[in-house]
């Protein structure tokens, strides 16, 4: 290679290009200036270059940014904002923070790290590092990115400029996890990029920093993670199914389960959202294909967790019968909106899902949010549901806010049934169905709890 990368990464002169400001590279962004490097952060939004340039958070609601230290590096020059080309051009350093969503066929849709890649291909010079953090399947980075890379600069990937995959691991608004302590995965075209990419994320990664031998081992381990996840969390879904038909409270069993040192516990619910969970084992299904194998285990375990919104959606229409409760008529309130607790990410929400499955039924939905003004929730086309002066008969709850679970439902005098979407709540006056948790059981203790007043 032409250039000393190694020592400009060294003394910090490397100049770092990060294209995508999302939950990934506005993070990202905060802690590698904050190392002392320049940061130029490429974005298509113009509202977020805007922002971004006058020192303010583009994203208010990922809770981890610090916007004091974001409004200073910005007023250093140590962050600027701009469009993708303009980021890229004269850096040393490209890092690809894109999203990778899916096609609606749920096949891959690499148009954003298509484009980043010829962005940064247009302007690649001899000793660059790219790095791709955007979560894809085994292989993607060589056959897509680094073939755009070396289509738009006429260069060769791992011979005239370094590639590495490090996947994201970021876990949005889960303090616990901060970007910096979160250990990292580096696999690199060549030896030589691995070991460059591994010198620069030491600079500003705390946590523990594990290289593997190429771009798929890296791409592979980011996959088979959310795969792990998703088929654990699908086949606990399968599993809440079967102890609504036995008598088994699946709470209760995986307590006692987790008393055995390698099970792992993980819970059934309303469904699976975010854009890990549920997109990453798309892309592994997908690259697997591609070689002639089919993951049907991971594919089953995805549509288990797909039919849950559905399922939910049954046990309430089950409920309404044996109550005698016309659920058309009935008023149906969904508390939380959001694809787990204690967020405001919507992506993918289960709990959405669920709501537009009763309004295709013709059942109105009304939504209650604690992390949401009721006029967040009207712009997004929900009708509200207000606590202090409305009434209904039905809870479905959507998500699991630490708040609800401590809710006083005795203040909504017309209630008549609660849906336990995520099994967080404790007993209550009045019937709660649970996914998996045998609602009689729970409906027993509830009536039996409730003639006693
Ligand atoms: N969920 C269940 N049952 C479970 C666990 C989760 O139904 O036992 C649901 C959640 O309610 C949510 C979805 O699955 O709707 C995803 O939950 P998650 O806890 O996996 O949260 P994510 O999507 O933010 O996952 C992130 C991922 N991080 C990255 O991809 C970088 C994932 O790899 C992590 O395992 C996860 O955080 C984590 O462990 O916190």
Redo the contacts with the bound molecule.
């Keep these: 290679m032409v250039k000393n990368l190694l020592g400009m990464v060294e003394d910090k002169s490397a100049r770092v290009c990060i294209l995508g400001i999302g939950y990934v590279g506005l993070p990202l962004s905060i802690i590698i200036a904050q190392a002392g490097y320049k940061v130029l952060c490429g974005e298509v939004s113009e509202k977020k270059i805007n922002l971004l340039n006058r020192g303010l958070n583009p994203l208010p609601e990922l809770k981890e940014i610090d916007g004091n230290k974001l409004k200073c590096l910005v007023e250093e020059k140590r962050i600027i904002a701009s469009d993708p080309e303009t980021a890229a051009t004269n850096t040393d350093i490209k890092i690809i923070c894109v999203p990778t969503p899916m096609f609606p066929d749920k096949s891959p849709d690499l148009t954003s790290v298509k484009s980043a890649s010829r962005t940064i291909g247009k302007s690649l010079k001899r000793g660059d590092l790219v790095i791709s953090e955007s979560?894809v399947g085994p292989g993607m980075t060589r056959k897509v990115t680094c073939k755009v890379l070396e289509e738009n600069s006429g260069l060769k990937a791992g011979q005239d400029f370094h590639v590495v995959a490090s996947p994201?691991?970021?876990?949005?608004g889960?303090l616990a996890?901060t970007i910096e302590t979160i250990p990292k995965i580096i696999g690199g075209v060549s030896d030589s990029s691995t070991s460059i990419g591994k010198s620069f994320y030491q600079k500003f990664i705390e946590g523990e920093i594990t290289t593997v031998s190429s771009l798929e081992a890296a791409e592979a381990t980011?996959m088979l993670?959310?795969a792990y996840?998703a088929l654990?969390?699908g086949f606990?879904?399968e599993f809440a199914k079967f102890c609504d038909t036995s008598g088994i409270d699946i709470m209760e069993v995986v307590r006692a389960a987790s008393t055995k040192w390698s099970f792992q516990?993980?819970?059934?619910?309303i469904?699976?959202?975010?854009?890990?969970?549920?997109k990453?084992p798309y892309y592994l299904i997908s690259a697997a294909e591609e070689a002639g194998v089919e993951l049907k285990t991971l594919r089953n375990a995805l549509w288990s967790?797909e039919s849950m919104p559905h399922y939910v959606f049954n046990l309430l229409k089950k409920d309404c019968d044996e109550m005698g409760l016309e659920l058309k008529t009935a008023k149906v309130a969904l508390f939380g909106i959001a694809?787990?607790?204690d967020t405001r990410d919507i992506r993918n929400?289960?709990a959405l899902i669920f709501q537009n499955i009763l309004e295709r039924q013709g059942i109105a939905t009304y939504v209650y949010d604690p992390l949401f003004t009721e006029k967040e929730l009207k712009d997004m086309g929900l009708k509200t549901f207000n606590l202090e002066n409305e009434q209904c008969d039905i809870v479905v709850i959507g998500?699991?806010h630490p708040q609800f679970k401590s809710f006083d439902f005795k203040q909504i005098k017309s209630l008549k049934l609660i849906i336990d979407g995520?099994n967080i709540l404790p007993k209550q006056d009045v019937p709660v169905t649970g996914v998996g948790t045998n609602s009689n059981l729970r409906r027993k203790d509830a009536i039996h709890h409730s003639t006693r007043i």
């Design positions: 979560s994201e691991r970021i876990d949005p889960n996890h980011k993670e959310n996840r654990n969390i606990i879904n516990p993980h819970y059934p619910g469904g699976v959202g975010g854009h890990c969970i549920t990453d967790n694809y787990k607790g929400s289960p998500c699991d995520r």
